[in-house]
């Protein structure tokens, strides 16, 4: 079962309008960390039984797929039931939105492990040019408005 993104309206698309004209063609990075809890015990909570996985185990073999998919550097903050998966991934205007819904559903598809929250920047050289921060329900964008004054905030829906 994956991740499905759903779109309150258009929010996804409106996403991807809104990083190509903030970053009008440019490369940046993605600073994006992703909390993760440990499933079993999420599970156990429940009275299901688990995979029997380590949740630490699992937790490095997701950072390493997701270091190979998106030629991304990843630095681990790991506890035994809980942690901090952060990555820093090279995007362009046109695939933010892509790679965001990429990394997402990788952490999804840990058997191990369930994903608690979200928060990053995006870099283009030294200047920030949006925020995500958000949970595993919603999403939270903050980007420059156009006329470079104000802030526009979007809020995008995750559901399992």
């Not at 979200?118 to 420059?144: D, N, Q, T, Y």
Request: overall charge negative; hydrophobic content about 45%.
């Amino acid at each position: 079962m994956g991740l499905e993104f759903h779109i309150g309206s258009t929010v996804w698309e409106e996403l991807r309008e809104e990083f190509e004209r903030v970053l009008g063609g440019d490369e940046a990075v993605l600073v994006l960390g992703v909390s993760i809890v440990s499933g079993e015990n999420a599970m156990a909570r429940h009275g299901i039984k688990g995979s029997g996985k380590s949740f630490t185990e699992e937790a490095k073999r997701l950072a390493e797929e997701i270091e190979r998919e998106f030629d991304a550097e990843a630095h681990l903050h790991l506890h035994p039931d809980s942690g901090v998966l952060t990555f820093f991934l090279r995007v362009g205007s046109g695939n933010v939105v892509d790679v965001f819904q990429g990394v997402v559903d990788a952490v999804n598809g840990c058997e191990a492990c369930l994903l608690s929250g979200v928060e990053g920047e995006l870099r283009v050289g030294e200047e920030l040019a949006a925020l995500v921060f958000g949970s595993s329900a919603k999403v939270l964008f903050i980007l420059p408005g156009e006329d470079g004054r104000r802030l526009k905030a979007l809020e995008a829906l995750l559901t399992v």
